[in-house]
T-cell receptor, first 112, second 117 residues
Framework: AQTVTQSQPEMSVQEAETVTLSCTYD???????LFWYKQPPSRQMILVIR??????QNATENRFSVNFQKAAKSFSLKISDSQLGDGAMYFC?????????FGDGTTLTVKP | GAVVSQHPSRVICKSGTSVKIECRSL??????MFWYRQFPKQSLMLMAT?????????EQGVEKDKFLINHASLTLSTLTVTSAHPEDSSFYIC?????????????FGSGTRLTVV
């Protein structure tokens, strides 16, 4: 079974600084997708960024970028120029054959 | 963008009663709906997967007779918690996949906080 591990239950960053959230996963598949979701206090899940496993190029979305290391099965999220609104719980997710597996989440606090 | 409307957002019910949660895809056809349960500060645990017009597939450990899922149309899926007990209190979230099966992140509903008293 696929597993997703987020080793940092909590992280904090100063406003305008950069923070990296870690994620590793375990799979025997070669074709899959990886995602980072943000869950603010409203509990609405919001897609932050996605990565196709067959693509070597790391995905970027404005201030959000990933470091995808397929051989190491690592998928970290970098948030640049952190803003107060970035404070939330972040989930790393793996998806294969339509089914998603989520990590336990990292609570990110952005300090003013 | 794609929107999934989930209702109710909060519900309090008495122990022993049943509660229905609805998820509607507003601007696309949700061929597959995933139902998750989330405890405070924890991850999303997949309960079941439903495809339009067929029976839901439940994850191991999830009671089929307790959590009834219906996906009768391409725009509506429902989760009914039958004979609810306090231990069923949780946050329930649906997530829809459209017919194209794209690689995009599936669209989530806004969740339902169920409290059984």
């Amino acid at each position: 079974a696929q597993t997703v591990t987020q080793s940092q239950p909590e992280m904090s960053v100063q406003e305008a600084e950069t923070v990296t959230l870690s994620c590793t996963y375990d799979t025997s598949e070669s074709d899959y997708y990886l995602f980072w979701y943000k869950q603010p206090p409203s509990r609405q899940m919001i897609l932050v960024i996605r990565q196709e496993a067959y693509k070597q190029q790391n995905a970027t979305e404005n201030r959000f970028s990933v470091n995808f290391q397929k051989a190491a099965k690592s998928f970290s999220l970098k948030i640049s120029d952190s803003q107060l609104g970035d404070g939330a719980m972040y989930f790393c997710a793996y998806r294969n054959a339509g089914k998603s597996t989520f990590g336990d989440g990292t609570t990110l606090t952005v300090k003013p | 963008g794609a929107v999934v409307s989930q209702h109710p957002s909060r519900v309090i019910c008495k122990s022993g009663t049943s509660v229905k949660i609805e998820c509607r895809s507003l601007d696309f056809q949700a061929t597959t709906m995933f139902w998750y349960r989330q405890f405070p500060k924890q991850s999303l645990m997949l309960m079941a997967t439903s495809n339009e017009g067929s029976k839901a597939t439940y994850e191991q450990g999830v009671e089929k007779d307790k959590f009834l899922i219906n996906h009768a149309s391409l725009t509506l899926s429902t989760l009914t918690v039958t004979s609810a007990h306090p231990e069923d209190s949780s946050f329930y979230i649906c997530s829809a996949r459209d017919g194209q099966g794209t690689y995009y992140g599936y669209t989530f509903g806004s969740g339902t906080r169920l409290t059984v008293v």
